[in-house]
């Protein structure tokens, strides 16, 4: 039995990945996630929220970004315009992640190479039995 709740609605890979990964982490890392998809359901997420998923550290002196991940497909990583995302996402002093499909993590670490951004970590991610997995 799969502990991942799924949202209803949710109809590409993309969408999927950050469902099951914003799930995961929030518990990894013990903090409040919101996330940004095709489904536009989260009333937390800030209408200009730079990328795919956010980790939160609430206090009572206010919300303090503590991390940030882009999910990316092979269509994506394939598009001239995603490093240039990719640097308007990243902000100085917080973690940016990448996750892109199982064997294109090389392709997506060039181009962080090739444009000098600094990404946290490139995770690659796969589907076995419906279920996301990191890599």
Known sequence: MS???REQGIETVHDEVV???SQRWAKAFVCKVTIKSGLDQNPWTEP???CDIVGWYVSSGGNTMEWMAEVETEDSLGDALVVDKW???IARGIPFYLLVPRGLKE???KLTQEQAITVSYVYEFTFINGVCHIL
């Open 48 to 50: 200009n929220q730079p």
């Open 3 to 5: 502990l991942t709740l």
């Open 87 to 89: 640097k308007r996402t």
């Open 107 to 109: 392709v997506a670490f």
């Open 19 to 21: 469902s099951q990964v």
